[in-house]
């Protein structure tokens, strides 16, 4: 079964700062989908960037960038820049592709961030 | 505004009752799921369907169920709640071309559940 890992409960970077969020997953699985999602005090959970595993090319989405290193089974988000909004939050997901899988997402247990002023 | 919309935001219900959760997907999506985020549990796949069949099954206790009718909105029914049902639960939604593999998922704003 695919497991995913994010080993720091909780973070906190200065306003303007870089911060990097790590991840680390567990498949024997060649082909899949890793996502970053944002979970703020509302409560909702947003997209902040994904990944397709076939895809070497780290993805991006504005001040988001992720390290995907996948022999290493590795999938870190970087915010540069942070700002207030992104205290939040952040959950690391897995989608594997093996046909009956159907797309539902694994989680980690999350990463608390909290951006200070 | 990810334009799932689930109803209630919140339910307040004793233990042994049964509750019933609404989802309305995004507009034109097939797939929805329903996950459950307990603070013990962390964030968990239910339950999927897709245009209106059940496609694929998580960790759902016998005691929970869904459905998806044919305006393509979804309901989880909750039964016999124990105290440990207590938690958010989310639907979401993707396109569901490929049945919802390798697609994104938007999430609604989650219905709070405590019972009490």
């Known amino acids: 079964a695919q497991t995913v890992t994010q080993s720091q409960p909780e973070m906190s970077v200065q306003e303007a700062e870089t911060v990097t969020l790590s991840c680390t997953y567990d498949?024997?699985?060649?082909?899949?989908?890793l996502f970053w999602y944002k979970q703020p005090p509302s409560r909702q959970m947003i997209l902040v960037i994904r990944q397709e595993a076939y895809k070497q090319q780290n993805a991006t989405e504005n001040r988001f960038s992720v390290n995907f290193q996948k022999a290493a089974k590795s999938f870190s988000l970087k915010i540069s820049d942070s700002q207030l909004g992104d205290t939040a939050m952040y959950f690391c997901?897995?989608?594997?592709?093996?046909?009956?899988?159907?797309?539902?997402?694994?989680f980690g247990k999350g990463t608390k961030l909290s951006v200070k002023p | 505004d990810s334009g799932v919309t689930q109803t209630p935001k919140h339910l307040i219900t004793a233990t042994g009752q049964r509750v019933t959760l609404r989802c309305s997907p995004r507009s034109g999506d097939l797939s929805v799921y329903w996950y459950q985020q307990s603070l013990d549990q962390g964030l968990q796949f239910l339950i999927q369907?897709?245009?209106?069949?059940?496609?694929a099954k998580g960790n759902i206790l016998e005691r929970f169920s869904a459905q998806q009718f044919p305006d393509l909105h979804s309901e989880l029914n909750l039964s016999s709640l124990e105290l440990g049902d207590s938690a958010l639960y989310f639907c979401a939604s993707s396109v569901g071309v490929s049945g919802g593999a390798g697609e994104t998922q938007y999430f609604g704003p989650g219905t709070r559940l405590l019972v009490l």
């Open positions: 369907y897709y245009n209106g069949e059940e496609r």
């Open positions: 498949t024997s699985e060649s082909n899949y989908y």
């Open positions: 997901a897995f989608m594997n592709l093996l046909r009956g899988s159907q797309g539902n997402l694994i």
